[in-house]
């Protein structure tokens, strides 16, 4: 079975400074992985996605991720902190289901990003 | 292209009521997927559709169904509504049902049960 365990569930930052959100997982197979973010009253955007191609995955909005398969993680980065980044983070494992004709889509609890002006 | 719409955006009932959502994917796409989104739940998932067909179904009670028209578009039907069923609904659609392929979300409906 597959979990998502999103480390905090709210981080702030100053604009300006960089931005961590952690994210380890739990699957029984090669998950894809994804980070989605959500603003107030809007629907989940992807942000980036690992399937097993390169580790290091680079996203919209200067955000990227890292998949340590040794540490099972998958955290979300940013160098430096824009107002317009405060949302809430979702990490998301998808793998297939036992009869392998469909995917399950598994959903952190959520970070809720807050940036300090 | 267009993104995902639900419709209605906001929704009020009461106990006991039925309800349907409509979710109209992105041209294209064949997978539709729902999700029930709650402050002390969280993002759960409800089922998923590919060309008319139940995929995957997650652990809700049987009072939430829904299908999948030759369009692609997706309702969702909750009956006989419970205070616990308001939420936030969100509709997904994916151009197939592989575990590589990003979902895109709609804005979602909001339920509020009274």
């Known amino acids: 079975a597959q979990s998502v365990t999103q480390l905090d569930s709210h981080v702030s930052v100053s604009e300006g400074t960089p931005v961590l959100l952690r994210c380890n997982y739990s699957?029984?197979?090669?998950?894809?992985l994804f980070w989605y973010v959500q603003h107030p009253n809007k629907g989940l955007q992807l942000l980036l996605k690992y399937t097993s191609a390169a580790t290091l995955v680079k996203g919209i909005n200067g955000f990227e991720a890292e998949f340590k398969k040794s540490e099972t993680s998958f955290h979300l980065t940013k160098p430096s902190a824009h107002m317009s980044d405060a949302a809430e983070y979702f990490c998301v494992v998808s793998e297939l289901i036992s009869s392998g004709s469909a995917r399950q889509l598994t959903f952190g609890s959520g970070t809720q990003l807050t940036v300090l002006p | 292209k267009a993104g995902v719409t639900q419709t209605p955006r906001y929704l009020i009932k009461t106990r006991g009521q039925q309800v349907t959502l409509s979710c109209s994917p992105i041209s294209g796409h064949r997978s539709v997927s729902w999700y029930q989104q709650t402050p002390g739940q969280g993002l759960q998932f409800l089922f998923e559709?590919?060309?008319?067909?139940?995929?995957n179904k997650g652990n809700f009670p049987g009072r939430f169904s829904g299908r999948q028209f030759s369009n692609s578009r997706s309702e969702m039907n909750v009956s006989t509504l419970e205070l616990g069923d308001s939420a936030l609904y969100l509709c997904a659609s994916s151009s197939t049902s592989g575990r590589l392929n990003e979902q895109f979300f709609g804005p979602g409906t909001r339920l509020t049960v009274l």
């Open positions: 559709y590919f060309s008319e067909t139940q995929r």
């Open positions: 699957s029984s197979y090669s998950p894809s």
